[in-house]
């Protein structure tokens, strides 16, 4: 599959969003951003919690599926997470990753998108074509509001 930047969805966001409403900080890295922010609920500690144990114990019920079930509650919640709780989670999923080597692959992308893929998150960086055909990152962004439009053409 192969990834295409839509510039008109880069026009749309910058037309929405202002560098005037965004921080200094946020400028000065690429991050995931969107444009109902305002509404995505903040995971609680409590939650957050809840959910570890839920993992730990697919972990030693040895339960594949429940595994990669409760591992999803935590990196593709819906919930924006701070960094103290996404430092917590990734310390608690890399001990269970070597505690538990039998699932340490599952373990470890569940990890990675803990560590890079919630809402909040610094984007990483990806290259694909342009509507243009020409090549380019993320990375050439750095600073300003992307939208990305992904679409497969299969």
């Known amino acids: 599959m192969r990834v295409r930047f839509s510039m008109s969805c880069l026009v749309l966001a910058a037309a ?17 951003v969107s444009l109902l922010e305002a509404d995505v609920p903040a995971m609680s500690d409590a939650q957050l919690q809840e959910r570890l144990d839920k993992i730990k114990a697919a972990a030693e019920s040895d339960d594949g599926a429940a595994l990669r079930n409760a591992l999803g509650t935590v990196a593709i ?6 960094d103290e709780q996404v430092k917590t989670a990734s310390e608690f999923l890399k001990a269970l990753a070597a505690k538990y080597p039998k699932h340490a692959d599952l373990i ?8 890079n893929l919630t809402i909040g998150r610094i984007a990483p960086n990806i290259k694909g074509e342009g509507i243009d055909g020409k090549s380019m990152e993320l990375e050439q962004y750095r600073g300003k509001v992307v939208v990305i439009d992904f679409f497969g053409d299969w």
């Open 77 to 82: 919640s819906g919930m924006a997470v701070s």
């Open 108 to 115: 470890k992308t569940n990890l990675y998108r803990v560590e």
């Open 16 to 32: 929405l969003v202002t560098p005037a409403a965004m921080g200094a900080a946020e400028l000065a890295r690429p991050t995931t």
